[in-house]
T-cell receptor, first 112, second 110 residues
Framework: EAQVTQNPRYLITVTGKKLTVTCSQN?????MSWYRQDPGLGLRQIYY???????DKGDVPEGYKVSRKEKRNFPLILESPSPNQTSLYFC???????????FGQGTRLTVV | GQQVMQIPQYQHVQEGEDFTTYCNSS?????IQWYKQRPGGHPVFLIQ?????EVKKQKRLTFQFGEAKKNSSLHITATQTTDVGTYFC??????????FGTGTRLTIIP
């Protein structure tokens, strides 16, 4: 089954404690992206990657890091989480040519 | 810059009433996609519009792409409780950023 898998689904952490949210897709997609979703603000892009070892900033990259060492994986790293990073996070992937995007199930992160 | 505005932000309708959400871009688009996110779920692709003036239908849903390829709309006829959720447009500006509109949250009053 074609899917994008995020882990964990829920996470509560404390300010400053480094964390990683994993994202994996099994569709051999070149493009992967991270979003955060906050009430009234829609889906805001954090980082995206057009292929292995190619990453670029989205609209809200501050406080986040990503890596793309393998085509299937695109982890989101918060080196020093802060409460304003409490949000619902989605990973998405897409093949070449402007096709539809496939989303993971989401990760609800709370930073206290 | 390349911006898109999606309106309204929220819409409450009685079951059976119609619903429309609009996506308006400041620049010409290559294409536009629409997604639906059910409460507690993730966005799911509905449709893609590519041609100027294109109209596509999926049962009670009608999607339109403006003649100038700057505007699009999603219209639901006779809403049902299963239509509840947030609808996002995804304008393609010809770059790789994969940005989305701010979404329209639809709630249905039974």
């Amino acid at each position: 089954e074609a899917q994008v898998t995020q882990n964990p689904r829920y996470l509560i952490t404390v300010t400053g404690k480094k964390l990683t949210v994993t994202c994996s897709q099994n569709m051999n997609h070149e493009y992967m992206s991270w979003y955060r979703q906050d009430p009234g603000l829609g889906l805001r892009q954090i980082y995206y990657s057009m292929n292995v070892e190619v990453t670029d900033k989205g609209d809200v990259p501050e406080g986040y890091k990503v890596s793309r060492k393998e085509k299937r994986n695109f982890p989101l790293i918060l080196e020093s989480p802060s409460p304003n990073q409490t949000s619902l996070y989605f990973c998405a992937s897409r093949g070449q040519g402007g096709t539809e995007a496939f989303f993971g199930q989401g990760t609800r992160l709370t930073v206290v | 810059g390349q911006q898109v505005m999606q309106i309204p932000q929220y819409q409450h309708v009685q079951e059976g009433e119609d619903f429309t959400t609009y996506c308006n871009s400041s620049t010409t688009l290559s294409n536009i996609q629409w997604y639906k996110q059910r409460p507690g779920g993730h966005p799911v692709f509905l449709i893609q519009l590519v041609k100027s003036g294109e109209v596509k239908k999926q049962k009670r849903l009608t999607f339109q792409f403006g003649e100038a390829k700057k505007n699009s709309s999603l219209h639901i006829t006779a809403t049902q409780t299963t239509d509840v959720g947030t609808y996002f447009c995804r304008p393609d500006f010809g770059n790789e950023k994969l940005t989305f509109g701010t979404g329209t949250r639809l709630t249905i009053i039974p």
